[in-house]
């Protein structure tokens, strides 16, 4: 399972809340009109999508609405890319807009897939211990890094595996004989 980023995460989003479950510029300008939520979720897809960005620059007189949330929205996070959205988001107020989206993403994907890695850790090192399988067994047989895997399995580091590698590993060591 590939980790959703924030890019994902607002494509998705907006491609969701539009009404024809498109990403086009034209279609959801008549749209945004009517749907704040929309709008705003929409207009940060677009500030983060270049390609989206220079469409919207190039037809701007054809999307008015989209087009004046994305100035207001560039004036406001002027500087603010994929790359350092973390960091900025630590300095907004909660009722901020990007602050709210950044949250609802952390919440929906980041803590998720944390607690799922922590979850099968569990039952991972349980079982493992009942059943008396080393860690060179594991990372032999499945041929995973060792270093990542002995880093997991004996310190709890979920960022050194993969959530897939994670539950390749439980699968492993459920049907250990």
């Given at each position: 399972?590939?980790?959703?980023?924030?890019k994902?995460?607002l494509?998705?989003?907006?491609?969701?809340?539009?009404?024809e479950?498109?990403?086009?510029?034209?279609?959801?300008e008549?749209?945004?009109?009517?749907?704040?939520?929309l709008?705003?979720?929409?207009?940060?897809?677009?500030?983060?999508?270049?390609?989206?960005?220079?469409?919207?620059?190039?037809?701007k007189?054809?999307?008015?609405?989209?087009?004046?949330?994305?100035?207001?929205?560039?004036?406001k996070y002027?500087?603010?890319?994929y790359?350092?959205?973390?960091?900025m988001?630590?300095?907004?107020?909660d009722?901020?807009?990007?602050?709210?989206?950044?949250?609802?993403?952390?919440n929906?994907?980041?803590?998720?897939?944390?607690?799922l890695?922590?979850?099968?850790?569990?039952?991972?090192?349980?079982?493992?211990?009942?059943k008396?399988?080393?860690?060179?067994?594991?990372?032999?047989?499945?041929?995973?890094?060792h270093?990542?895997?002995?880093?997991?399995?004996?310190?709890?580091?979920?960022?050194?595996?993969?959530?897939?590698?994670?539950?390749?590993?439980?699968?492993?060591?459920?049907?250990f004989?």
């Amino acid at each position: 399972m590939k980790r959703t980023t924030f890019k994902r995460f607002l494509s998705n989003y907006a491609k969701d809340m539009s009404h024809e479950h498109s990403l086009s510029l034209f279609k959801n300008e008549k749209y945004v009109q009517n749907n704040v939520r929309l709008l705003t979720v929409y207009s940060f897809y677009v500030f983060f999508n270049e390609e989206v960005t220079q469409t919207l620059l190039n037809k701007k007189d054809k999307l008015p609405t989209l087009f004046k949330m994305y100035t207001q929205l560039n004036d406001k996070y002027g500087n603010l890319t994929y790359a350092n959205v973390d960091k900025m988001v630590n300095n907004l107020d909660d009722f901020d807009e990007l602050s709210q989206l950044y949250r609802s993403y952390t919440n929906l994907y980041v803590k998720k897939n944390d607690m799922l890695k922590k979850v099968y850790y569990q039952k991972i090192r349980k079982t493992q211990e009942e059943k008396q399988i080393s860690n060179y067994r594991i990372y032999t047989d499945l041929k995973m890094n060792h270093g990542n895997t002995n880093d997991f399995l004996k310190n709890a580091n979920f960022d050194k595996l993969s959530y897939k590698n994670i539950k390749s590993i439980y699968q492993y060591v459920s049907s250990f004989r």
